[in-house]
């Protein structure tokens, strides 16, 4: 009888395994939210599957796949970095495909009144007397948006010495919600989440590159046969798109 049992439940066991599936999925921190509520969403559909979700900045998670890092899906929030796993043969450049677009602003606590003009005569440095928090730069997405608007504003040498770089986007908003910097530069829909911040200005688009998000399957995902039906629920299902406009995002038409 025992041994029924036993034999029972390791073939329970077994046929469960076979007919469950993980889907990584390596995402921008900005994504966090609408990539959350999404995946709860697939998961509720399709209990059978998995949906486990790594968030950072975009060029960090571009990193770790290009060393080895275990992942199915890749949501960047910039071209570059999505071009830089499809150079290192991490994925197929034809399933690569924009999804998103975003909006580059300027917060500050609520408290505080920041004057803000898009014009390269006003002198922004002058605005506020504290540090400025943006991501890395030199790497991160929202760095190197928020570095080609500085740069096309004439303001980025007024601020030398007063900029923070930051690990990703989540990490500059929370530096200003805390009023650690008077000022960051983020995108428009990790403004809208706080409570603590309101945006002070818009960045005019043709001060940067589009902040375009493309989304695409890695070649391990490839092979993973629950990877495509998420990563095409992502694209294409009215249910991912509500959530995407809820958090503010811009849809590819």
């Known amino acids: 009888m025992k041994k029924t049992l ?19 999925v390596y995402a921008a921190a900005s994504l966090t939210n609408a990539m959350t509520d999404i995946a709860n969403i697939y998961q509720a559909k399709h209990p059978q599957t998995k949906i ?4 950072g900045a975009s060029s960090a998670l571009a990193k770790q796949q290009q ?8 949501f960047s929030a910039d071209q570059d970095w999505m071009n830089y796993l499809v150079q290192n043969n991490v994925v197929n450049a034809a399933s690569v495909r924009p999804v998103l677009f975003n909006q580059l602003v300027a917060i500050s606590p609520k408290n505080l009144n920041i004057r ?11 605005a506020f007397k504290g540090h400025l928090c943006t991501g890395q730069m030199e790497s991160v997405p929202v760095g190197k948006y928020a570095k080609q608007s500085l740069i096309k504003l004439n303001w980025l040498n007024g601020l030398n010495g007063r900029i923070v770089g930051t690990d990703d986007v989540r990490s500059a908003l929370a530096f200003v919600e805390r009023g650690e ?16 911040v309101k945006i002070i200005g818009i960045f005019p688009a043709n001060s940067h590159s589009p902040i375009a998000y493309p989304l695409a399957l890695t070649k391990q995902g490839e092979q993973n046969k629950e990877a495509a039906p998420f990563e095409q629920f992502v694209k294409k299902s009215a249910q991912a798109k509500a959530v995407f406009k809820k958090y503010g995002f811009s849809l590819k038409s």
Not at 6 to 24: I, P, Q, Y
Not at 116 to 126: D, H, L, R
């Open 116 to 126: 803000f003009k898009p014009q390269a005569n006003f002198n922004f440095a002058q």
């Open 52 to 55: 486990v979700s790594v968030f």
């Open 181 to 196: 910097c008077e000022v960051g530069i983020v995108y428009k829909t990790d403004a809208l989440i706080s409570q603590k």
């Open 6 to 24: 036993f034999l029972s439940l390791c073939l329970s066991m077994t046929f469960s395994a076979a007919h469950a599936g993980t889907v990584k």
């Open 67 to 74: 060393a080895g890092a275990s992942s199915d899906v890749f």
